[in-house]
């Protein structure tokens, strides 16, 4: 099904006039305020050893921008506090599901005077199938720590970004 050219370039006028009226209202999005990137980019993780701790770090760097090529202003430390709760049971008394949960504990430092700037705890959670092949359960176990991971990165870069805002 074609639609009418003329209901196609509206559509596209419509965008158009509708971004020029947000872009004219003074409304910035929190990622382009000025100082926000060039700080959070600056900000080096230091997270806890294991699968969780990299995943979460490995995110952390995604998420703040991480500039490896300048050194880094701030430092943020990460404990991580991890559980994995049984949810729905079988007739045969074994877990059907998990729900896990993690929370972590930051501390962001100056790394000139090792001052600390601020401090947070964020949580995510999430629940899994627990699948009878092995390797199922393990991939289902994998992608639900992979995806606490990056819940906890946005929450934290958003928590660190809205700081940086009110320092500039």
Known sequence: MTRPAGRSAL????????LLLLGGCGFTPLYAAPGV??????????????????????????????DTAIPARWRLEVA?????????????????????????????????????????TSRSEVTFDRADQPYA???AQQDAEQKVADELARKIQVDLAVWMLKQG
Do not use: F
Request: charged share 25%.
């Open 137 to 139: 359960a393990i991939a």
């Open 80 to 120: 991580l506090k991890e559980s994995r709760i049984a949810r729905g049971r079988r007739p045969d008394g074994v877990a059907s599901r998990y729900e896990y949960v993690v929370t972590a504990d930051w501390t962001l430092t100056s790394r000139a005077d090792g001052a600390v700037a601020i401090k947070g």
């Open 37 to 66: 990137s060039p700080g959070l980019s600056a900000v080096e993780t230091i997270a806890p050893e294991g699968r969780s701790g990299a995943l979460l770090r490995e995110s952390l760097d995604d998420a703040l921008a991480r």
């Open 11 to 18: 559509t596209g006028l419509v965008a158009t006039l509708g």
